[in-house]
């Protein structure tokens, strides 16, 4: 295997892909440079910046914090304990991914203005975050080997110490994974504490467009808010890679040991119920709401005709489609690439293809505005460029499925196919990407849900006149019209909560959830 | 992938086919429902067909600067004079029709005649009834800056109206005393996203006063019911600076491929009916400025209001605002 060298072709499309994805890195560099030492010192050393960091940091300290002990405290009620109806709130657990952070925290500011704040913020993060720490956390809770569980209670353990000294050490790269993903879905998340009125790098940086547009002012924010997001996906990647609790005999598999929760039963039971209210009864329960207000039209920049909804639906669908399609044709060769060949070019393009996972929309989406501005002018505002953006933005997520089916999908079969004389083409064609069929079929589903909930690149980059469902429920909801943006949320809201349920019936629930996790 | 190729093409082929058609493309900083009324009804009456970008007039007036020559807009619409002053400052204004300039007092459009004044709103203070009592709101708006107002305030000052305000207090005061003043409102005020939310805060008593347009107290209390709302709008007068008219207009790019068209809606913008339809619907809650047409019954006559006397042009451009509010840390 390790001999095989990839063909020309192969190369050459994987580092246009690769290339694709770090231009937008490029031209912030560039612009940030452009500002010269002086303006540079001037613009970033101002209280605005401390301001800043303090808000950002603070609220990413809180969130890991929170989110850490809500998904793991769920995740031990529902793997470790007896806890009646578990299949149940095993599912409700993570049915909070499939609504888009901004239309939750549209619900919670709707439901009450006093939430524009940092505890609002929080809130509105934990709920939104939580199952990305639920996730893995509960799988290695599944995973977990009893053995070690039962020789510390034979060694006199009780339970409190039992789970801080075996259970918890066990734990830690998950948890840590978990919280550190939540940290970098805070860095880059927009539209949720634009919406809340919290300022963060990334709402500043859009206010710093707004006001200068693609100067110095923002590429300078974006650099600040890129090291945060590197620091943190670096940190994953760490954190991941290198620890591992693996069982020593992979035979039989026992179930991991469950506890009685006794008396506990029925108060964990009211916790469940207030967490799935909170996490999944208020963003439904105020898209409702608002659907049967009136929207009046002094105070709705966007009237909600049924029309409207559903060409600005049929806009997100096509953009979706768009997005996904050139998103598969990039991730497909770096796919095959990473699965089927060693070397260090083939690892420098695929972690250059996953570094596209630690840019903000917003910068990506700045990025391409400046480039094309001046330069590429043609692209200025156009469908190609947007979708140009939807693919840099999710190229991990579809390589991480992609790479997975296709290292699935047995190799001696394509030598098969070779030896009987099909080229390099047929091969892949007639052999490796039907067996990756269904695993492709996920990865641009998965792309597709993302681009159709995708609210900064497309806040910035829409061609004139192009409205979709995520920049009408912003038109509405930055003015304070939360009636009129209710038809819409409640679209993007029912497309996305379907699409995950197929796609999570189909593949699991963790397929929703996908890990960007380089090789 | 076959399925997705022929997807991708039709998708694309939509959303680009509906930008290429010939339209009017107008680059907009007022409030969309204003421009959505306005433009179904120029559209029904001459067939024009118009497309709309929305953003803050700040964010507009940058975006026109960076295009340059071949930007698509063909219309600017914003509802602060600073930005039109901008661009005709950068040469990219062509001159509005003269009869469309004779439809408003000319001292509301510009003095070379290269943009129009369409609509006025005027600076009050919003105050919350049952946290303060109208007699002891300030005489000048100035006075907000000194230490007894501490906690009480919310202020905007990343929203496009509370630039022209600071340009006016440079203006009067000069730039150490507005230094002075902002920096006031710094250690003072309780800061806000948006005009919309301060006025939001004021009604539900997180702030006792608020610095905004009439415009979003009136759309408040539309929204909202006048029994729900419990702030009220209070008038600077004898010429303070608080009440200072601010102007939205509207202007013809020199770019523009569309000059004809574009000079038609500029006349629509102030014709009769088109003040007449502002002025009494539910959606725009300012000035018309054509004469005799009356504003929304929300409003405090235009006639009774006591502005200072500071004109359009004199306001200037907004940017030594903006590095002002930088250097207090405001923005």
Redesign the interface.
Known sequence: MAARRPSGGLLTACCIAAGLVLLPLGVTVWNAADAGGQVAAALLW???TGFLLFNTLRLIACAVISTGLIGTGLAWAVERTDLKGKRGWSVLAVVPLAIPPFITSYAWVSLS??L?NFWGALLVVTVAYYPLVYLPVAAALREMDPALEETARSLGLDRANMFFRIILPQLRPALLGGVLLVALDVLVEFGAF?LL?Y?TFTTAIY?A???????AEPALLSMILLLLCIACLTAEFFVRGGARYGRLARGARRRAASYPLGRWQWPAQAALFTWAALTIGVPVGMILYWLGQPG????????ATFGAVVSAA??SV??G??G???T??LALPLGVLAARYQGWLVTALERAAYLAQSIPGIVVALALVSLT??AL?PL?????LL?AAYSVLFLPLALVSVRAALTQAQPALEEAGKSLGLGRMAVLLRVSLPLAAPGLGAA?ALVFISVTTELTATLLLA????QTLATQIW?DT???AFAGAAPYAAAMAAMSMAASWLLAGKFGAASVFAPVRPA | ?KV??P??V???G???G??QAQTL?IYNAQ???VV?MLTAIFTKETGIKV??????G??IA??I???GG?S?ADVFFTENSPELILLDEKGLLAPVDPTTLAKVPGKYSAADGDWLGVLARENVLDFNVSMISESTLPASLMDLGKPEWVGKIGIAP?DADFLPLVSAVIQTEGKPAALAWLNGLKTNAKI???D??VV??VA?GDVAVGVVNNYYWA?LE??LGPQKIDSAVYHFKHGDIGGLINISGAAVLKSSKNQAAAQKFLAFLVSHEAQVALGQS??DFEYPLAPGVAPNKLLTPFAVLQPPSISVSKLGDDQDA?ALL?QA?L?
């Open positions: 101002r209280p605005l203005p006093g524009e634009a009125r300022r206010g467009f707004r006001a200068g547009f693609s100067g009046d039209v002094a105070t709705a920049p966007v009237a049929w806009t096509s953009l489609a768009a996904a399609a050139v598969m044709v501005v001046h002018r200025y505002e156009s469908t190609p979708v641009a061609p004139i006149g192009t038109a930055s003015t304070l | 992938m997705w190729l997807t991708m039709v998708a694309f939509l959303v680009t509906a930008a493309t409030h969309e429902q959505g497309q709309v970008h929305t953003g803050e700040p964010d940058s975006q600067l960076q295009e071949d698509p990343s806000y996203e948006d919309e939310s939001a805060a539900r759309r539309t929204d539910d959606v903006g930088q840390g923005i």
